[in-house]
T-cell receptor
Framework: NAGVTQTPKFQVLKTGQSMTLQCAQD?????MYWYRQDPGMGLRLIYY???????DKGEVPNGYNVSRLNKREFSLRLESAAPSQTSVYFC????????????FGSGTRLTVV | DQQVKQNSPSLSVQEGRISILNCDYT??????FLWYKKYPAEGPTFLIS?????DKNEDGRFTVFLNKSAKHLSLHIVPSQPGDSAVYFC??????????FGAGTILRVKS
């Protein structure tokens, strides 16, 4: 099925470890996003890529880096994981930046101990 | 500064009755509003939307109402079903800019 694929689905890290969350979409969308979901905080934008070759900070970018590898793939890297980064991470894509048609992946549940 | 607010963290409704989920926004530049639904262990999925040129949009059991003067929108689900139990996110965008999400409301429909 067409959509957004995230890997891994679950991950446990020790404080200070690094890891990369992978995201790929097969809908030929231009824009891609990384969100984190925390209880009572909703979906907060970490970084986004309006189009291939561009990336911009969102609401909560500290402690993260991103790479728009090509039109399909957008990865999120934690260089030195902290317990405050324990969250559920969602990747999404859309034709353009405007509100219509965001498609989300199924999420990565990350625990930092 | 929360531009999109869902002030009710949770809502419990009896099966067959109406569910009303509310959302307030502060940015008058928003011109497109959406509701997303999220089940546990899944990503959010689009449910229904409304443009600022309308005040109502209906899709089956789901209706979204927009009151621009009050900067308020609501989602009505009639009749509510147990399968509607999920987290509902309100979202808004303006002038081609990216979506801004609310904190979400957990809906529980009791059978």
């Amino acid at each position: 099925n067409a959509g957004v694929t995230q890997t891994p689905k679950f991950q446990v890290l020790k404080t200070g470890q690094s890891m990369t969350l992978q995201c790929a979409q097969d809908m030929n969308h231009n824009s891609m996003y990384w969100y984190r979901q925390d209880p009572g905080m909703g979906l907060r934008l970490i970084y986004y890529s309006a189009s291939e070759g561009t990336t911009d900070k969102g609401e909560v970018p500290n402690g993260y880096n991103v790479s728009r590898l090509n039109k399909r793939e957008f990865s999120l890297r934690l260089e030195s994981a902290a317990p405050s980064q324990t969250s559920v991470y969602f990747c999404a894509s859309s034709e353009g930046l405007s509100g219509y048609g965001y498609t989300f992946g199924s999420g990565t549940r990350l625990t930092v101990v | 500064d929360q531009q999109v607010k869902q002030n009710s963290p949770s809502l419990s409704v009896q099966e067959g009755r109406i569910s009303i989920l509310n959302c307030d926004y502060t940015n008058s530049m928003f011109d497109y509003f959406l509701w997303y639904k999220k089940y546990p262990a899944e990503g959010p999925t689009f449910l229904i939307s409304i443009s600022s040129i309308k005040d109502k949009n209906e899709d089956g059991r789901f209706t979204v109402f927009l009151n621009k003067s009050a900067k308020h929108l609501s989602l009505h689900i009639v009749p509510s079903q147990p399968g509607d139990s999920a987290v509902y996110f309100c979202a808004a965008s303006g002038h081609g800019n990216k979506l801004v999400f609310g904190a979400g409301t957990i809906l529980r429909v009791k059978s």
